[in-house]
């Protein structure tokens, strides 16, 4: 993970812990443990890379969706997205004229 994404992401989990208003001890408390005080707090400096499925399961715990979480690297958004997010559109009229079987 490059550095600078590392403490952006840092940052951006530090924030949320902030505004749910918990310490590093208190995740670590109400996390029954399973959030190490240290390493929260290594991944809030960007010292330590989190891998994807840590990060999905610490924005459950923080209740948040991890759009919240990943950093806005300032692009502008690509074509066919909206807002960066990629648009999706369903044709239900052509989907009503599939026969059922190849649905």
Do not use: H
């Amino acid at each position: 993970m490059d550095g600078d994404y590392a403490k952006a992401l840092g940052a951006s989990l530090r924030n949320i812990r902030v505004q749910k208003n918990l310490s590093l001890q208190d995740v670590q408390q109400s996390s029954a443990g399973k959030w190490k005080a240290a390493v929260i707090g290594a991944y809030e400096r960007g010292d330590r890379n989190v891998t994807v499925t840590k990060l999905f399961d610490l924005a459950a715990f923080y209740g948040v969706p991890m759009s919240e979480i990943i950093p806005d690297d300032g692009a502008p958004p690509a074509p066919g997205t909206l807002d960066g997010r990629r648009r999706v559109v369903l044709d239900l009229e052509g989907l009503a004229k599939v026969p059922e079987e190849d649905r």
